[in-house]
Nanobody, 123 residues
Framework: QVQLVESGGGLVQAGGSLRLSCAAS????????VGWFRQAPEKERDFVAA????????YYADSVKGRFTISRNNARNTVYLQMNSLKPEDTAVYYC????????????????WGQGTQVTVSS
C-alpha cells in the first residue's frame, strides 16, 4: 500500500478552475493506477476519473468528460486532476485512491485512500 495526501481544494465560482494534487509515498506508486472520487453530503462516493500506472490510459465519468483532466508525474509521485468549467454540482470532498487494478477500474478495486480535500463551487 501507499499513503496518499490530497491538496488543492477550495472555494471557486461556477465556471472557474481548480487543480487537485494527490501526492504519494512509496516506490510502488509508479506501478499503481490512481483514481479520483468524490462524495457530496448525504450521497454515495462516486467515481470521477482514473489513470493507469503508465499514464497511457485514462477513464472519466460522463459527468466530467470534457471538463476534467487527470494526469500523473511518476517522477514526483503525484497525480493531478485539472477541473475546468466547474459547476455547483461538482461540490464535494474529493479523494484519490491507488492500487493495482483491472481496466476500466472499479471503486472496490482501490485499497489505498487519502483523507480528501473539499471543493466548493458557488453559483
Amino acid at each position: 500500500q501507499v499513503q496518499l495526501v490530497e491538496s488543492g481544494g477550495g472555494l471557486v465560482q461556477a465556471g472557474g478552475s481548480l487543480r487537485l494534487s494527490c501526492a504519494a509515498s512509496g516506490r510502488a506508486f509508479s506501478r499503481y493506477a490512481v483514481g479520483w472520487f468524490r462524495q457530496a453530503p448525504e450521497k454515495e462516493r462516486d467515481f470521477v476519473a482514473a489513470i493507469s500506472w503508465s499514464g497511457d490510459s485514462t477513464y472519466y465519468a460522463d459527468s466530467v468528460k470534457g471538463r476534467f483532466t487527470i494526469s500523473r508525474n511518476n517522477a514526483r509521485n503525484t497525480v493531478y486532476l485539472q477541473m475546468n468549467s466547474l459547476k455547483p454540482e461538482d461540490t464535494a470532498v474529493y479523494y484519490c485512491a491507488a492500487d493495482r487494478v483491472t481496466w476500466p477500474p472499479r471503486t472496490a478495486d482501490f485499497g489505498s485512500w487519502g483523507q480528501g480535500t473539499q471543493v466548493t463551487v458557488s453559483s
